[in-house]
């Protein structure tokens, strides 16, 4: 019984590995992927016909059984990321590529149940428009997430989500499998499963500025939860003395200092601008008073996990790039600060990004 289960594990990882293969390669030949994984030509053969026979892979030239392995179109993921005042959803194959996307106005007052029933409907119109089967959802959001059990255990811009099992239900009424995860810690995922250069990153910060300020963090090679699901937290931690209101009821908490509606208050701009429009107005002194609040929340963090590497979100390209040299001046650090590509920064993509990697490491359960 036990070398029959370790064969089935074997088998597993090596579907696994030679998923991955063909994603971070591209369309590559059975002898090719045998060789670069040093598996046996005949179990790449055995996992490629049982992938063709589900319509996972297909051969490029259908004409000749032989011809380079690549990913079926028809295949893909549904992502969901919950931004605020809109749900965006988007269709990516199986090798990582986005065909597909709309989104849904959220409104202020909108209860559990109106959300489950607007996704149900973005969700089954963008399937319905693109003709395609989904694999697998995920949703990507705000707040405290505890993706092992898929329950939303606090979300402040979110709040009728909070103590939701939001995983399950939305897998109910989908019909799919459902992954949840916390939106910054999703950008980080998609940073590292997409970027090339940072596969192998072990211990890394991610730093998020956008309504609130939040960090993910990468521990010894795995995404550092905490006890408490709430690790990276850093927004609602005391960073100053001026008697800030913030609005989860306490005072002075760090994005009343450093996020994009504390600059923006800070410079009295007020109603809807772009951040062109913050940029022009904010004057040096004052987004490096902002982010020396968070230097000093995030230097005790730095020495606690001894980053390779900090890594800006890049989510307002040109907000980021005239942060970075302050806030690297500001920590003092010989730390190599970089900011995350434009495509791969989303909570989007991070989202999909753990999809695709729940769906390559669990073919042998959706196979069937």
């Known amino acids: 019984m036990s070398t029959n289960n370790d064969q089935i594990k074997q088998r597993n990882l090596n579907r696994y590995n030679m998923l991955c293969d063909i994603f971070y390669n591209g369309p590559k030949r059975r002898t ?160 590292l499963w997409f970027e090339p250069k940072w596969h192998n990153l072990q211990n890394a910060i991610y730093i998020d500025i956008t309504e609130g300020v939040s960090t993910a963090l990468l521990v010894n090679g795995t995404l550092h939860k905490g006890f408490n699901n709430a690790a990276g937290e850093i927004g609602h931690i005391k960073a100053g003395d001026q008697n800030r209101k913030c609005h989860c009821g306490k005072i002075d908490c760090l994005e009343t200092y450093i996020s994009i509606p504390a600059l923006a208050k800070t410079v009295e701009l007020n109603g809807f601008f772009s951040i062109d429009e913050l940029i022009q107005k904010l004057q040096p002194q004052q987004l490096e008073n902002g982010l020396n609040s968070l230097a000093n929340i995030l230097r005790p963090l730095i020495a606690a996990i001894d980053p390779e590497i900090i890594l800006l979100g890049n989510q307002e390209p040109n907000f980021y790039k005239l942060c970075m040299p302050i806030l690297k001046k500001l920590l003092k650090t010989n730390i190599n600060l970089e900011i995350v590509s434009d495509s791969n920064s989303s909570a989007l993509t991070g989202i999909a990004s753990k999809i695709l990697n729940a769906i390559f490491a669990n073919t042998h359960q959706l196979l069937h």
């Open 32 to 191: 090719q992927i045998a060789e670069k994984l040093s598996i046996r030509k005949s179990s790449i053969t055995s996992i490629a016909e049982e992938l063709i026979r589900q319509n996972w892979l297909t051969n490029i030239d259908t004409a000749h059984p032989r011809s380079p392995l690549c990913f079926n179109k028809k295949k893909c993921c549904l992502a969901l990321s919950h931004e605020t005042t809109k749900l965006r959803a988007g269709l990516y194959t199986l090798d990582g590529k986005l065909f597909k996307t709309s989104k849904v106005s959220l409104h202020k007052n909108m209860t559990y149940d109106d959300f489950l029933y607007e996704t149900n409907l973005l969700c089954s119109q963008i399937l319905h428009k693109s003709k395609s089967k989904a694999l697998m959802v995920g949703i990507a959001l705000p707040g405290i997430i505890d993706s092992t059990n898929n329950n939303v255990l606090h979300s402040a811009s979110a709040p009728q989500l909070s103590h939701k099992n939001l995983g399950d239900d939305l897998s109910h009424i989908l019909k799919l499998p459902c992954l949840i995860e916390n939106d910054v810690r999703a950008s980080l995922m998609g940073a």
